[in-house]
């Protein structure tokens, strides 16, 4: 029975052998599994991560995007305001231009004024200084007049005496 004995304590050793060997297994299993969560995890936060550039990169873009459409509409606005600038600029230079023509005009009708103003005073003067020629040349006949009387009085005076 001693046979029997050992031959049923070698089994019961082998058998606890094997248990441990799966119990050693087991654990480096359980290990292995937490390693490939954690291994799982890590891949989950670089994902979010990586995710959260993305939706970041994706904002920006669109702030850029915003922006740059702002910067359209003011160059937009500029340019508008620059033709604006542009008609006002050129209407102030044809009312300008107009203004000279219409300045110029007044004062060619100004000297024309003038000119018909001292072409009328000079014909006036002229025609006083006629009247004044022909008043003279009538005192100057009657003076010559009265000297021939008097010369012819004096003459028959001469005769009488």
Partial sequence: GGEEVEKLRR??????L?????????????QAVHDMADVIQNQKDVI???E??????QKAVLE????????ELALGEA??????????????????KTEA???KAWSEREQQ?????????????????????????????????QAQRAQEAHQGALEEA
């Fill in 64 to 71: 850029a995007e915003r922006e740059r459409e702002g910067a």
């Fill in 101 to 103: 023509a219409d300045l």
């Fill in 113 to 145: 004024d003038k000119v018909a103003e001292a072409e009328a005073q000079l014909k006036s003067a002229r025609l006083a200084a006629e009247e004044d020629l022909q008043d003279l040349e009538r005192q100057l006949q009657q003076a010559q007049e």
């Fill in 18 to 30: 094997a248990q441990s060997k799966v119990a050693a297994q087991s654990a480096e299993t359980m």
């Fill in 79 to 96: 340019e508008a305001r620059r033709a604006q600038l542009q008609e006002e600029l050129e209407s102030l230079e044809f009312a300008r």
């Fill in 48 to 50: 979010a991560d990586l």
């Fill in 11 to 16: 089994q019961l050793q082998e058998a606890e």
């Fill in 52 to 57: 959260a550039q993305l939706t970041a990169a």
